[in-house]
């Protein structure tokens, strides 16, 4: 891994109806303990706070059975999202 300054785009950018952002990376399950994922998650969770939102990272198999319910557990539970690509 290089060192150097980039753009960062997440999987989804999910606003809630109180205006809040939860920040949402999906990564394939035999990636989400890799270290390098994990510095990742750490600086992005990080970020994150600084900025006011909040950053979950899922299993791709959690995504693929629409097990994510930490997007329904806050007081709202309407929310817009959208897909980077």
């Known amino acids: 891994e290089s060192h150097t300054v980039r753009s960062y785009y997440p999987d989804f ?3 809630k109806e ?16 890799d ?4 510095a990742k998650k750490e600086f992005a969770e990080q ?11 899922i299993k791709g198999s959690d995504a693929a059975q629409g097990r994510h319910s930490f997007l329904l557990t806050n007081e709202s539970t309407s ?4 897909l980077f690509q």
């Open 18 to 33: 109180d205006g809040g952002y939860v920040i949402v990376e999906v990564k394939g399950d035999n990636k989400i303990d």
């Open 35 to 38: 270290p390098v994922v994990l």
């Open 13 to 15: 950018l999910v606003q």
């Open 79 to 82: 929310y817009r999202a959208g």
């Open 47 to 57: 970020m994150a706070v600084a900025s006011g939102m909040t950053y979950k990272i």
